[in-house]
């Protein structure tokens, strides 16, 4: 894929700075090609029949057409423009047809990639990636899922549902391709490796192309789930975002009669696991393109969810039940990526945070007073499923106030009238009311914050803390890295703390101006500023600290904007240098695109020179 080279600065965490102290609760936390791929798939490309994974009850896979037009799409990615931009990060294709370069091939080489193309759909390739997706991938998706819906219930509804298993096999050939076909280990070190762990040839197939067509096999199927059997599915259905799909699904008045949210009939609950199937299929592919997707482009390739979650509450209203496990599951990985990808671009998130019953639903408590609270008698999830969730809620909040307060900026510097409170809209045009965001919100949201961390679990604590560890990579002995190192034995924990830390940096760099309360002399806003650079700093130490801790590989991909956020915060060469190691680990080992990141970094780093 084509890089994107961003050098604009972000000027949405620069404003006055009040005076803020860090909370005595939180010391406690201690990759060219050699022919066109397309000759080798002139005009079909048709996989092998996957062999006895529930194929009995799913259609056969449809053919790929290499002729379908970009602008059917609505805005999600083609087929076409998916299989051209893998391909163009591909390592080489290894099609039937050869190539001027293929000559110089033993025929060895040619036979094995051969051999890889008809495994396409085999009954042991797509067990070598179902395997692949739920020990590396499936945890990613399961940040804040106790019950592990992506890891363990996916790659089992994936027997009988081909747009699962079809996604879960992109998702998994992609990610395959930006680590060049290498795997680590997950079995003893002596012992030999079962058969799924294994596939042949690994680092020389070509998995852009294979992820390509798993990718248009589970957006056909996912269109077949919700057409009526009698009609055919067109190529413009199938390349639109599957979030459409199955918005459009939901509201059709027939689907709407069918969801029974509390029904026990077989018939009923048979919906509701169509439904759960049809959002991780979306889930999944959601995934697929954000892998290598740069960063100020998550947020368009997430606006549709807002409308399906809205019809999909309206359903739920009715009634008292939560969202379903699975509806939940999807329901806050997109959450979670919603209001990242708006921290990229500043602006509101798709998801209303002001949609009170949208978060209800999804599983976590909210009193009348609009706060967050743990209610473990009244929610099914676990309490540490609650508090990673209620952050993100707290952080969609955080994120929204960010983009009003950029709002009212260039509202200032426009000379038009500034965006009001939503509280006060309902109030008469002659009442005097100021500017929303107002320093009553900030400080709302500051102490909601608090609250949340003085109600933490015990296991969102670090079990491991190095204060000054050693620098390995030096050459000079007794050398130590600037920040700490941190460990937390609950993957959850990790990502929680780091987007906490990641909340309050926004909050603190964002604080509205108090004309009454503000300091009145240039020696009081000068400590004013020195206060909230001590809190920053020791914020991005900490979030430094869990990144260094190595933590498992949903946190590492998920805390790319939050490093984009502290590094603009860190000043010293060395710390920079940390910085981009980071996020360049991230690449280097999950194979999740970072390198948009560095340049942003780069350029921000470079203007401040």
């Known amino acids: 894929m084509e890089e994107t080279r961003l050098v604009s600065r972000d000027d949405s965490m620069i404003t006055d700075m009040p005076d803020s102290t860090q909370s005595k609760s939180e010391q406690n936390l201690s990759s060219e090609h050699t022919h066109n791929p397309l000759e080798a798939i002139n005009t079909t490309y048709t996989p092998h029949q996957p062999l006895d994974i529930g194929e009995s009850n799913v259609s056969t896979p449809g053919t790929v057409h290499n002729s379908i037009s970009p602008r059917a799409s609505g805005g999600f990615p083609t087929f076409e423009h998916t299989l051209n931009s893998n391909l163009t990060q591909s390592p080489g294709i290894r099609g039937v047809q050869s190539s001027e370069s293929s000559s110089h091939r033993s025929e060895k080489e040619e036979f094995q990639d051969i051999f890889s193309e008809l495994m396409t759909g085999t009954e042991h390739e797509i067990g070598f990636l179902t395997r692949h997706y739920s020990e590396v991938l499936g945890p990613w998706l399961d940040l804040s899922d106790a019950g592990k819906f992506f890891t363990v219930y996916a790659p089992i509804r994936a027997l009988n549902n081909a747009s699962v298993k079809y996604a879960i096999a992109a998702l998994a050939a992609k990610h395959l391709a930006r680590v060049k076909g290498v795997t680590s280990p997950n079995g003893g070190i002596f012992t030999s490796p079962a058969t799924t762990e294994v596939y042949p040839n690994a680092t020389q197939v070509d998995w852009f192309l294979k992820a390509a067509n798993y990718y248009y096999l589970a957006a056909s199927e996912l269109n077949n789930l919700t057409s009526d059997g009698y009609t055919t599915v067109s190529s413009s259905a199938v390349l639109e975002s599957p979030f459409e799909t199955i918005h459009r699904w939901i509201r059709s008045p027939r689907n709407q009669l069918l969801l029974k949210p509390t029904s026990e009939d077989p018939d009923d609950v048979a919906v509701i696991r169509k439904t759960e199937e049809m959002l991780a299929t979306a889930a999944i592919l959601t995934m697929y393109r954000l892998l290598d997707m740069p960063g100020d482009e998550w947020h368009m390739q997430l606006s549709p969810i807002r409308p399906l979650f809205e019809a999909l509450t309206k359903v739920y209203t009715a009634t008292l039940a939560l969202f379903s496990h699975g509806m939940r599951a999807a329901f806050w990985n997109f959450a979670r990526q919603d209001y990242l990808g708006s921290y990229f671009t500043r602006s509101p998130t798709n998801l209303d945070p002001e949609n009170l019953t949208l978060w209800r639903k999804a599983g976590i408590t909210i009193n009348d007073q ?68 107002d320093t009553d919100t900030w400080l709302k949201l500051s102490f909601e914050f608090q609250t949340w961390l003085e109600n933490i679990p015990e296991t969102f604590r670090s079990s491991v803390r190095v204060e000054r560890p050693k620098d390995l990579s030096s050459t000079t002995e007794g050398k130590h890295l600037p920040f700490p190192e941190i460990f937390h034995s609950l993957t959850t924990s990790a990502a929680a703390i780091q987007h906490y830390h990641f909340g309050r940096i926004a909050l603190l760099l964002n604080r509205p101006a108090d004309i009454i309360s503000a300091p009145s002399t240039a020696f009081d806003r000068l400590q004013g500023y020195r206060e909230v650079t001590k809190e920053v700093d020791f914020r991005s130490r900490e979030v430094c600290g869990i990144a260094l801790g190595r933590p498992q590989g949903g946190v590492r991909v998920l805390m790319v904007p939050i490093l984009i956020a502290v590094g603009q915060c860190l000043e010293s060469a060395e710390e920079h240098q940390i910085i981009v190691d980071l996020l360049r680990g991230v690449e280097a080992d999950l194979g999740w695109a970072t390198e948009y990141a560095v340049q942003k970094l780069q350029a921000s780093w470079d203007q401040g020179v």
């Open 370 to 437: 609009k706060e967050f609270v743990f209610n473990q008698s009244a929610s099914s999830l676990s309490r540490e499923d609650q508090t990673a969730n209620g952050l993100i809620w707290l952080n969609t909040k955080v994120i929204n106030f960010l983009a009003r307060s950029k709002q009212l900026q260039i509202a200032q510097w426009t000379g038009s009238p500034p965006a009001t409170s939503p509280e006060s809209q309902g109030l008469s045009p002659t009442a005097s009311q100021p500017p929303y965001p």
